[in-house]
């Protein structure tokens, strides 16, 4: 009899007798009382010794004969003890690491550290974990005498058989079944030797409690870990495996090219006979930045450009993962498709784990504890609150939730794959409607909260809160407007206005509130007055800002009529405000100078400290405007003690705008510099752009006047961007004059005239004549650009900077087309 049948005598009669009995491993094993597992390994031969208990209840569910039995106990004396013990080595890495530069350096340096022996590669599904571990194994052989041994776990159904893989990864046959890990610790002993445990997460606490006992037993045997999940063992040391670096959305092609996530597709896409030019670098930067540099979905997305251009690619995965599928078909099952992989990690969660994972994917850009808290739970109690913390922590344990801890308050989000994938679960659970409801109405409520703090020394952080909290201010918004829930979608847009306006955003703003109105009037039910109001005011102040004049003082006074009929003064104060602007940029003087008192003495009734402050700062504008320089003074500085008392940062750098403006309209250039580099750098800070293109728009002027030529276009050049983008016309116009008027001491007249041209029709298109205090100048420059060039060359300059769109201005130059025949700009 050959060696291996001596070996094998005794598996060879266990599978026999078990054939001639008509059982299956499973039915044996459970005549016999024993595991599935137990017989499958003495049949295969990994147990060479088992118990004599064990023997016998095998005999006994096989009814084997007194003779039979004999000669089954005696196969066992002739099967060896010993063999030539031999590693398990890491798998020969089938391609070429891609990036991974800085994890290969730290992870060797750790793992040849005598005081760190376990090592955690953590991170979610696709993200690269065992290739690294590969990588890591292939080059620390010389650091380990004894060697390294490989143990790949994504098979091992349950926690006994881990043991069985380690012993036959080192290369031990175990002699009984009792005493394995006695047996195993004792194989391994002082030797040193590195273990890579390759997959651990649906075995955790098996890895977990074996890696404590072989540690704890053999002094030199050190543990590297693969994980979804953290095994929370003693001295485990964890490294979170990132997605590879992707390049940023404007980026040249070299810097496109050297993004490992690039670089990965690229190679990928070869390999399928793809070699996109440079013109194709864009969409495949499109292509990495939307699977966020995850390896395994850049691999499945690399694999389509069979079928697929990479525009085709990057369209379908702005909106879905689907595409994601079609991987090797010698890869594990999971790692074939994205979606197998996530079912992977989803399929080892609780059911309240699911329900969670779930839910928190109704956010877009992340979230908070209360956040979860709200969408999560039907209340917000204390106990469901710490449910909601431990259900986190677990889930960011599986590497499933991302955690940025660099704010005060922890913040929470997930991959896109991962959040699209659990989308589709809540889906077919058919929980969605629930907890997008719960959703709308957590940022309902933070929104109102937020616009409280408005106006206030709050206001700063408020509007930081609100920047984090876009992304989901914007869904709650889509999800309310695209149900038609007249209620919550005016709510939500009414709060947010100010913001809107105080970052810019006027166009998006007056989207949103007009989007709200149609619905409130559409509806089967009214909406309730004070919400309504709320409503238009803010439609009617954004559509003011972009200087749609009509429109605005119609949504203002129907506003004003419900706070009228309401005898709300507040409300009906503030809209006044917003009416008196109006009637300010139409250089409606008097009427607007009125609006600002009626809404003063309506501020002054109900004793609103803030709202006197801020009347007050409207009836200085009008009056420096109109160059009524004294009153202006009165009523702006007594609006900034206000403001600076109450640490409202807005208020204060209007009001170091108009004083700034009375002291360049006085003739004090110093005083004016001083107070208008104070509000540009107070409005920088505060985000606030309307602020920062005013001032900008008067340091120009200052510098102007003196005959600081080059500082001035600078500055007006960046204030007619700023305003431009805003959709601010008026403003526009007027810094428009102010550079022909630099252009033309700068003796480029033709230029002059085309500016002139140009602020002339985007005048006549707002309905808003040149304010009175820009007039001299205006009057000045026009007089002296047509007498230098003669009434035919200045009509031909005027009529093309007629004819050309303001954002064709703002760019810097004419079309040479259009005015081959004049100066160039400057």
């Given at each position: ?469 876009l992304d989901n201010l914007r869904i709650a918004l889509g999800r309310a407007i695209s149900r038609e829930l007249a209620v919550e979608s005016m709510r939500l847009a009414a709060a947010l206005w100010r913001y809107f306006s105080l970052r810019g955003h006027y166009s998006e703003g007056r989207d949103w509130l007009e989007s709200a109105l149609r619905i409130a009037r559409a509806g089967p039910e009214p909406v309730a007055d004070p919400a309504l109001a709320a409503a238009l005011k803010g439609a009617g102040f954004l559509a003011h800002l972009q200087c749609e004049y009509s429109i605005a003082a119609e ?272």
């Open positions: 009899m050959s060696g291996r049948n001596e070996i094998d005598d005794f598996a060879g009669l266990l599978r026999r007798h078990r054939l001639t009995a008509g059982l299956s491993q499973e039915e044996l094993a459970e005549k016999a009382g024993l595991s599935a597992d137990a017989v499958a390994a003495l049949e295969r031969g990994r147990r060479r010794a088992p118990r004599p208990l064990t023997v016998r209840m095998l005999a006994t569910a096989l009814n084997l004969s007194e003779q039979d039995f004999a000669v089954f106990t005696e196969s066992l004396r002739r099967s060896p003890s010993g063999y030539t013990p031999q590693l398990q080595g890491p798998p020969l890495p089938p391609d070429t690491l891609i990036g991974r530069a800085a994890e290969l350096t730290e992870l060797t340096s750790l793992l040849g550290h005598g005081g760190v022996r376990l090592v955690t590669l953590t991170g979610l599904g696709g993200v690269g974990k065992s290739r690294l571990a590969v990588a890591v194994s292939n080059g620390v052989g010389r650091q380990f005498e004894a060697g390294v041994c490989w143990v790949p776990l994504a098979a091992r159904p349950d926690g006994p058989e881990v043991t069985d893989a380690v012993a036959a990864a080192v290369g031990l046959r175990l002699a009984s079944d009792a005493a394995e890990i006695d047996a195993l610790a004792e194989h391994i002993g002082a030797r040193r030797m590195l273990v890579v445990l390759d997959n651990c997460e649906h075995v955790v606490e098996t890895c977990a409690w074996l890696c404590t006992v072989l540690l704890q037993r053999c002094p030199r045997l050190t543990i590297l870990a693969t994980s979804r999940e953290l095994l929370r063992a003693p001295g485990e040391v964890v490294r979170q495996v990132q997605p590879l670096s992707v390049p940023p959305s404007r980026a040249a092609p070299e810097e496109i090219r050297d993004a490992d996530a690039v670089r990965m597709f690229l190679a990928r896409a070869a390999a399928h006979g793809v070699h996109p030019r440079d013109e194709r670098l864009l969409q495949v930067s499109r292509v990495c930045r939307s699977v966020q540099g995850i390896p395994l979905a850049i691999e499945l997305a690399a694999a389509r450009v069979n079928v697929l251009t990479i525009e085709q690619i990057a369209d379908e995965l702005d909106s879905s993962s689907r595409i994601l599928s079609g991987g090797s078909r010698t890869a594990p099952l999971r790692q074939q498709t994205i979606d197998a992989a996530l079912d992977w990690s989803y399929n080892l969660l609780s059911g309240e784990e699911q329900e969670f994972f779930e839910a928190v994917s109704t956010f877009s850009g992340g979230w908070t504890l209360p956040a979860a808290v709200a969408v999560f739970c039907p209340e917000a109690t204390d106990a469901c609150h710490e449910r909601v913390l431990d259900l986190t922590g677990r889930l960011i344990d599986k590497s499933l939730i991302l955690v940025d801890r660099e704010a005060a308050e922890a913040r929470y989000s997930m991959f896109s794959v991962i959040r699209q994938y659990a989308g589709r679960r809540l889906d077919d659970g058919g929980r969605r409607a629930t907890i997008e409801q719960r959703h709308l109405l957590h940022y309902v409520e933070l929104a109102e909260t937020a616009e409280s703090s408005l106006g206030t020394g709050q206001q700063s952080a408020t509007l930081n809160r609100l920047d984090t909290e949504r203002l006074e129907d506003a004003l009529a419900i706070y009228r009929r309401l005898d709300d003064a507040a409300g009906a104060a503030r809209t006044l405000v917003h009416l008196g602007s109006i009637a300010r940029e139409r250089a409606e003087y008097d009427r607007s100078h009125q609006l600002h008192l009626e809404s003063l003495h309506l501020y002054q009734q109900l004793g609103d400290r803030a709202g006197i402050a801020w009347a007050r700062h409207y009836l200085g504008f009008v009056s420096w405007l109109r160059m009524d320089l004294d009153r202006a003074r009165d009523y702006s500085e007594a609006a900034l003690t206000y403001f600076q008392q109450a640490g409202d940062g807005e208020g204060i750098t209007w009001s170091q705008i108009n004083l700034g403006s009375v002291a360049l309209y006085d003739g004090d250039l110093p005083g004016a510099e001083r107070l208008l580099h104070q509000s540009l750098g107070r409005a920088q800070r505060l985000g606030f752009r309307e602020g920062v293109g005013w001032s900008l728009n008067q340091l120009g002027v200052v510098a102007r006047r003196q005959g600081r030529l080059e500082r001035s276009i600078h500055l007006l050049d960046e204030s007619l961007a700023e305003h431009q983008e805003l959709g601010d016309k008026w403003r526009a116009a007027s810094v428009l004059e102010a550079l022909a008027s630099v252009a033309q001491q700068h003796d480029n007249s033709g230029y002059a005239a085309f500016l002139l041209g140009a602020a002339s029709a985007v005048r006549d298109t707002i309905g808003a004549p040149v304010p009175q205090c820009e007039r001299p100048d205006t009057e000045l420059t026009t007089a002296a650009v047509r007498d230098k060039l003669g009434e035919r060359a200045f009509a031909h300059a005027w009529g093309a900077g007629q004819a050309t769109p303001l954002h064709a201005v703002a760019d810097g130059y004419p079309p040479d087309d259009t005015l081959s025949t004049l100066d160039a700009p400057w």
